[in-house]
């Protein structure tokens, strides 16, 4: 976690360094907008495949060459001479994107393994909280770095934060070190594919007649494609507040726009970061995670949250709701890891590959459509019709959930 913690300040810190990059070497806005759009289409490719990838391969094996191939792509972006700058820039672009989400579906579906299925809840606030302190840094460190050493002086710390989380996995004990039949290191124990694991006693069925695998993942526990596809619709909603940030805060102070964005950027990092605390007391005094009710509250209050931020409130109150953002993001985030994590080894890097692949989607198309409603609507207006339909899908599973614990439970005799 320390490793992947470095590693997510090299990519929040080239978040800022990498487009303003592409604007001077380009002298484009709309080369940005592609920078972007081949970064997520490279992702959404690459969540489709992770499954089948991680099923042919350790995860050890592919968190180790994500973290190679993302180095060396940095390091030839800073070695190439300037007729190749702009060829590199887009190999940077694939290589980051599809990299990334393989190690984060790689990393996700290998932590029950990693350190059993009782301490999910807490890895995965672990996870999160050093991810957030990264951001934190990252974001911080970007104008700092770029505007006294230079745009190659970011890359190569870029380059070397990739190299340290390399070394950090390739020095991980996976149990079993070796490659079963789900990738999961199960060495000599195989571990029931998408189909059998889906239909009880199809094991050994011809590979012909499967269905798609993450369509398989998806139907081994109720109510799972619905979450899945609840949180598309919640990237959606992320991308708006994204989008609109800029412009809200220049409309704040037209002088200074970076500060509010970056001050209500740490004040959501530190709700972030205190909720994954709470998280993990919890789990350790009661064993249990905070499960799937958790991720559908915690939709609804964070995409509330965001929607509060824009409505013009003094800067305390202001402040305040971006530390409940924050903390409703950081819930959400463990509640839906460490549910997909109770899938079978067999389905789990499917689920988290397609899961990858919808968030993208939601992200990208988000993206798009908020970008062209900017220019015609306010930014409260925007974000409001966004996470507005995420509070609304939010509240549909919600109801699917309590009526499949109703219907679990059963009915009750005196």
């Known amino acids: ?29 709309l080369a940005m907008g592609l920078f972007m759009a081949v970064r997520l289409a490279s992702g959404f490719a690459a969540g489709l495949t992770a499954g089948g990838l991680l099923a042919r391969f350790t995860a050890k094996s592919v968190m180790l060459w994500t ?11 800073v070695l190439a001479p300037d007729g190749l700058r702009t060829a590199a820039l887009i190999a940077v672009s694939v290589v980051v994107g599809s990299c990334g989400t393989l190690f984060m579906v790689s990393l996700r579906s290998s932590i029950p393994e990693l350190v059993g299925e009782d301490r999910r809840s807490w890895a995965n606030s ?30 190569v710390v870029d380059t070397a934060t990739f190299a340290v989380c390399a070394v950090t996995v390739a020095l991980l004990p996976i ?49 799972l494609a619905l979450m899945v596809v609840l949180r598309g ?15 809200y805060s220049s409309e704040l102070d037209d002088a200074r726009p970076a500060v509010f964005v970056s001050a209500f950027w740490c004040l959501w990092a530190l709700g972030n970061i205190v909720v994954q605390q709470l998280i993990q007391r919890y789990a350790r005094r009661t064993g249990r995670s905070v499960g799937a009710l958790g991720f559908g509250w915690g939709t609804c209050l964070m995409s509330a949250s965001f929607i509060l931020a824009f409505a013009g409130f ?17 819930l959400t985030e463990v509640s839906y890891t460490s549910h997909l994590q109770t899938l079978p080894a067999g389905l789990r890097a499917h689920a988290f590959g397609l899961s990858a692949t919808v968030e993208n989607l939601g992200f990208g198309a988000g993206m798009i459509l908020v970008a ?4 015609h609507y306010t930014p409260l207006t925007v974000v409001g019709w966004s996470h507005g339909a995420a509070i609304v899908f939010a509240a549909v599973f919600l109801i699917r959930v309590a009526g499949l614990r109703t219907s679990s439970s059963g009915p009750t005799t005196q």
Request: net charge positive; proline share 6%.
């Open 314 to 330: 003094p800067m305390v109150a202001t402040a305040v709701i971006a530390l409940v953002a924050g903390a409703a993001d950081g």
């Open 126 to 155: 672990l996870s999160i909280t050093g991810r957030s302190l990264a951001m934190v840094a990252g974001f911080a460190s970007a104008g700092v770095v770029v505007s006294l050493v230079g745009y190659t002086a970011a890359f």
């Open 1 to 29: 976690m320390a490793g992947y913690a470095i590693s997510s300040y090299g990519t929040f810190l080239n978040m800022v360094a990498l487009n303003l990059f592409v604007y001077e070497t380009t002298g484009r806005a």
């Open 233 to 247: 619709v919640d990237a959606l909603g992320s991308s708006s507040h994204n989008a609109a940030l800029p412009v």
């Open 67 to 77: 973290n190679i191939a993302q180095a060396s792509v940095m390091l030839l972006l």
């Open 372 to 375: 062209a409603a900017l220019d």
């Open 175 to 223: 149990p079993g070190g070796g490659k079963g039949r789900d990738g999961s290191g199960n060495r000599g124990r195989p571990v029931p594919d998408a189909a059998s694991a889906a239909a009880p006693g199809a094991e050994g069925a011809p590979a012909r007649r499967r269905g798609p695998v993450a369509l398989a993942a998806l139907a081994a526990a109720p109510g």
